[in-house]
């Protein structure tokens, strides 16, 4: 059986626009960045600043001989990076280079979570 490869390329942020997407998931929900959600305030915010986590260019290739463009091989890459993109909707940022360890923090956690260390373990066992 005969492997073809299928390449997809999307531009990267420059390091000012990462800055820029740094910035606006600071300041929106906590636990956006940990969960891999990517909240509508946010996508429309990286939208407006034309920071979009889906890029206007993207180029493909394969090295498949198929006459259909794009090919099969291409088409199934695709679905499945949407796939992966539909389930944790930040992974469209790291994809353009931004690290979203770096915009995670200890207190991004569920609002309805409290970090083990606030509780008073006195007063919680009495």
Same mark, same amino acid.
């Not at 990267?12 to 820029?20: G, I």
């Not at 959600?37 to 915010?45: G, I, N, R």
């Given at each position: 059986?005969?492997?073809?490869? @299928?390449?997809?390329?999307?531009? #990267?942020? %420059?390091?000012?626009? =990462?800055?820029?997407?740094? =910035?606006?998931?600071? =300041?929106?929900? #906590? +636990? +956006?960045?940990?969960? +891999?959600?990517?909240?509508?305030?946010?996508?429309?915010?990286?939208? @407006?600043?034309?920071?979009?986590?889906?890029?206007?260019?993207?180029? @493909? !290739?394969?090295?498949?001989?198929? #006459?259909?463009?794009?090919?099969?091989?291409?088409?199934? @890459?695709?679905?499945? $990076?949407?796939?992966?993109?539909?389930?944790?909707?930040?992974? /469209?940022? /790291?994809? #353009?280079?931004?690290?979203?360890?770096?915009? %995670? %923090? /200890?207190?991004?956690?569920? =609002?309805?979570?409290?970090? $083990?260390?606030?509780?008073?373990?006195?007063? !919680?066992?009495?």
């Amino acid at each position: 059986m005969k492997s073809e490869t @299928a390449v997809l390329s999307l531009p #990267r942020y %420059t390091a000012t626009e =990462r800055k820029s997407v740094m =910035r606006i998931l600071a =300041r929106h929900t #906590r +636990g +956006g960045a940990s969960s +891999g959600d990517l909240p509508d305030e946010v996508h429309a915010e990286l939208v @407006a600043e034309k920071l979009s986590p889906v890029p206007d260019a993207t180029g @493909a !290739f394969c090295t498949c001989s198929g #006459r259909i463009d794009p090919c099969l091989h291409v088409t199934a @890459a695709t679905y499945a $990076i949407s796939l992966i993109v539909d389930q944790m909707p930040t992974s /469209a940022l /790291a994809v #353009r280079g931004v690290d979203l360890s770096a915009a %995670t %923090t /200890a207190k991004d956690v569920p =609002r309805r979570w409290m970090p $083990i260390e606030n509780l008073d373990s006195t007063a !919680f066992f009495g």
